[in-house]
């Protein structure tokens, strides 16, 4: 008989709040970790960090600024204030299912049912005064979509909390990051009024050397997946999408180095992640599947098909290159705005997913193409032909569609999702 | 002067052919946060696409998926089938989808081997100065593409010419809507709305003449006073006035509204300050409330729905929802019980571009209107 989580029945009786289940739940893994294989502790280490310092912002004297989109993180952690990236509870909660669809029919009584389920479960959270903190500023950009521009601004008048706004120009040339620069500043001025102190360069230094450390560390992971066979699974790209929100975070630098050391030990006793022999590359062309990251387990052990990455969530790393230079600096946070995971190949003109998906086609030895879409993210699914008829041209390679809802499993299976890749790799793709 | 032409929601190619055939070009333009003004400057007709009539938009459905929202895919799919015989097209990124429309007409056309001038310019979705001074370089950057495509310099005398005829065009339209607030108006809503959608049909010095006839003959026609509800109509973009037949069919009458294709893309005069006219284009467009597009603009577009509700005496409001439009999925929120506040109850819709279950709409809509009437 499955085990109960109680801790779950609290939070969907809204007993609990978001906030305190995940947290809860990310230290009692730990301790079990520490228990049994402390030598996976590290995994939960990041985790425990990450929703520790979220629930104990207050606690801990810090503002805690909840924030979506693209917005320059650093300078948060350079005001000595917790960031709170809000599609970290939606991805977090996503393998939760029944949490999640709580929260998706909460907000879908007031909302589309059309809109993307991650600012569903966002908006729908706040709805059940389930968030279990208050935040002290909401800042948010007008990008990812036209689903987080609906949610945001309405969550920001229910906290009715101080918002800031970046807009995302449509074009990401040297005219857009001087926008973006722009803007930085008037935040940087937001957050000196919000926290009733000047920027302190040391704190911004020291807040960027931290997010370098942490970019050079995901790009050498991102290197290692360029590696016959892959060393790391597919489920461990989880980490592009922790990197939006605790680039800076000093918590992130340990886990990265904990994963790269794996991979690295990987190659080096000649061993891929695929147990037995690994046959396909994939490139998933847009999300991961949150709610069954399972299925890439299975994927790998029963097909050998390891997922190289997503071209959604890729995260490109960018270095402060010039720290004594603040106006160099401040280009740097604009490019990485525009860099960032579901930003950079969704957020424009699809030219820029091309490129992206140009960039890992050759250098990832890539043989396989599924778009695994999202159905709430309707504007990449609009260009999905655009981008399977690219990929074929170029590479020769045909590209599966599957719609799945990365957020909230009851749209389908993750064995409705495995059987159609198994079926798809089987038949069609000739290895 | 005959102004029939003002009542026929079909969409023609008339006034583009004339155009055309006096050597000059038309561009079809996608949202209205494209400043037809600037076209208007460069002798350029715009022609602000709509997909009215669309019954099959199967092949754009290949390119934009089934995920996407009806209206766009209609507008590529008359794009592909060529309904509008333009030297290309001009949209800004208002919302997603339409943004989409850019990327997969460019990838369509340059497969089809008929390449054509397709922009796209970057409508900041926030307000502030920083925003606008962006929109403002934005627009000048089209203004350049259109001196290239047409070999003809936009002055600031041209924009501040044309601007001047936009604003008679809105002055007219003003006029037109201010017909509706009457007990017994002169007018239906699924009129006004044709009215409204046949500037998209011709010329706006066309429009601005056809617009005058139909004013001053306005007091000769017969008032409408068999109704048993005023309506708003408020949502996606609605370009099909068949919907708001059938509304009036069964007792209905829509007396205003707040759709991108009616009353708010006309909104009120420009004022331009001739030292800085793309400025003052770029100021007026971005401050200018259209729809939720905008990320900054929530609270002000909910005042302008309920002033408009109550200053048109409106007995209910229709919000209609394109299904997989996410601009316009959220507003009930917070829209609901500012509108409740003033005894205004909404009916709401979710539809496709393409008209169906008509007699699934009409059975709902005079539902509502009963409910208006038993706590009227």
């Known amino acids: 008989m499955a085990k109960v989580d109680t801790e779950l029945l609290k939070v969907m009786s809204g007993e609990l709040s978001t906030t305190d289940y995940i947290a809860g739940q990310c230290e009692g893994k730990l301790a079990h970790t520490l228990e049994k294989d402390p030598d996976s ?96 500023a909401f800042v948010y950009s007008t990008v990812p979509c036209d ?51 000047k920027l302190d360069m040391d704190k911004m230094r020291a807040s960027m050397e931290v997010a370098n450390r942490t970019n050079e560390l995901i790009g050498k992971i991102a290197d290692l997946r360029k590696h016959t066979p892959c060393p790391l699974p597919g489920m461990l790209l989880v980490t592009n999408a922790c990197m939006s929100g605790m680039a800076a975070d000093p918590a ?85 705005m525009m860099n960032l995971p579901m930003i950079h190949g969704a957020a424009g003109p699809v030219d820029y997913y091309c490129d992206r998906i140009t960039y890992l086609m050759d250098n990832f030895n890539i043989n396989t193409s599924v778009f695994l879409g999202h159905v709430g993210c309707k504007h990449t699914w609009a260009s999905t032909k655009i981008l399977s008829d690219f990929i074929q041209q170029k590479y020769d390679i045909p590209t599966l569609l599957i719609d799945v809802d990365c957020i909230d499993g009851r749209y389908k299976t993750a064995e409705e999702v495995q059987d159609a890749i198994g079926e798809y790799l089987t038949t069609v793709v000739k290895i | ?40 400057a460069a002798d350029v007709l715009p022609v602000r696409l709509r997909a009215t009539g669309c019954e099959d938009y199967s092949e754009a459905e290949v390119w934009m998926s089934s995920f996407s929202c009806s209206f766009a895919k209609s507008i590529l799919q008359y794009l592909i089938d060529n309904v509008y015989d333009l030297d290309g097209f001009v949209t800004s990124d208002g919302c997603m989808q339409a943004a989409r429309i850019y990327d997969n007409w460019k990838a369509y056309s340059k497969k089809a081997g008929k390449e054509q001038l397709i922009v796209e310019i970057g409508a900041p979705r926030m307000n502030s100065a920083t925003t606008k001074a962006y929109y403002k370089e934005e627009l000048k950057i089209l203004a350049g593409e259109l001196e290239k495509l047409t070999g003809n310099k936009i002055t600031n005398e041209k924009l501040v010419n044309s601007v001047e005829i936009y604003n008679e065009a809105r002055g007219l339209v003003k006029q037109l809507l ?11 809503g699924a ?86 006219v793309f400025g003052s284009i770029a100021d007026y ?77 009409e059975i709902r809509v005079e539902a509502f209107i009963e409910m208006i009437e038993k706590e009227g």
């Open chain 1, 41 to 136: 502790a590290w995994i939960y280490d990041l985790q425990v960090a990450q929703w520790g310092q979220i629930r104990d912002a207050h606690k801990n004297g810090k503002k805690l600024i909840a924030f979506g989109g693209p917005m320059p993180v650093d300078i948060i952690y350079a005001f000595d204030c917790q960031p709170y990236y809000l599609d970290q509870l939606p991805l977090s909660t996503a393998p939760k299912g029944d949490m999640n669809s709580k929260f998706v029919d909460m907000c879908e009584a007031k909302t589309n049912q059309s809109m993307c389920s991650i600012d569903k479960v966002e908006m729908g959270a706040l709805l059940a005064d389930q968030y279990g903190v208050v935040p002290d």
């Open chain 1, 147 to 197: 689903s987080s521009r609906i949610a945001y601004p309405i969550m920001g008048k229910m906290w009715g909390c101080p918002v800031f706004n970046i807009d995302l120009p449509f074009r990401r040339d040297a005219r857009g990051v001087e926008y973006l620069v722009q803007q930085t500043k008037e935040f940087i001025t937001f957050m000196e009024e919000l926290t009733g102190k």
């Open chain 1, 252 to 336: 992130m630098i340990p886990f990265l180095e904990k994963e790269l050391e794996m991979g690295e030990m990987m190659i080096a006793m000649e061993m891929g992640a695929c147990m037995n022999g690994e046959k396909y590359r994939m490139l998933f062309l847009q999300n991961m599947l949150w709610t069954q990251l399972k299925a890439y387990s299975y994927l790998e052990r029963e097909y050998g098909a390891i997922c190289i990455m997503d071209a959604l969530g890729h995260y490109h790393p960018d270095i402060y290159e010039n720290m004594s230079d603040f106006d160099d600096c401040l280009k740097v946070m604009a490019v990485k």
């Open chain 2, 1 to 40: 002067m005959n102004y029939q032409k003002l009542f026929d929601a079909k969409i023609s190619d008339e006034s583009v052919k004339e155009w055309k055939a006096k050597g000059k070009k038309a561009l079809g333009v996608v949202c209205c946060h494209v400043p037809q003004e600037i076209l208007h």
């Open chain 2, 178 to 188: 201010e017909l509706q607030k009457a007990e017994h108006p002169v007018i239906t």
């Open chain 2, 191 to 276: 009129e006004a709305m044709t009215i409204m959608l046949a500037s998209t049909n011709m010329s706006v010095e066309e429009y601005i003449e056809l617009l005058k006839a139909f004013l001053a003959d306005a007091p000769n026609r017969k008032p409408v006073s068999d109704y048993r509800a005023r309506l708003m109509v408020i949502g996606s973009a609605l370009d099909d006035p068949r919907y708001i037949e059938a509304i009036e069919n069964k007792g209905g009458l829509v007396v205003a509204d707040t759709l991108c294709f009616g009353s708010m893309t006309f909104g009120d005069e420009l004022e331009v300050n001739k030292a800085d």
């Open chain 2, 285 to 361: 467009y971005l401050d200018r409330i259209v729809c939720p597009r905008m990320i900054d603009n929530r609270d002000a577009l909910h005042k302008l729905i309920v002033n408009r509700a109550t200053e048109y005496k409106v007995d209910g409001l229709l919000y209609q929802k394109m299904q997989n439009c996410e601009c316009w999925g959220g507003e009930n929120t917070y829209l609901e019980p500012a509108l409740k506040e003033v005894g205004v109850p909404i009916f709401y819709l979710e539809r496709e571009e393409k008209l169906a279950n008509i007699g699934q709409l």
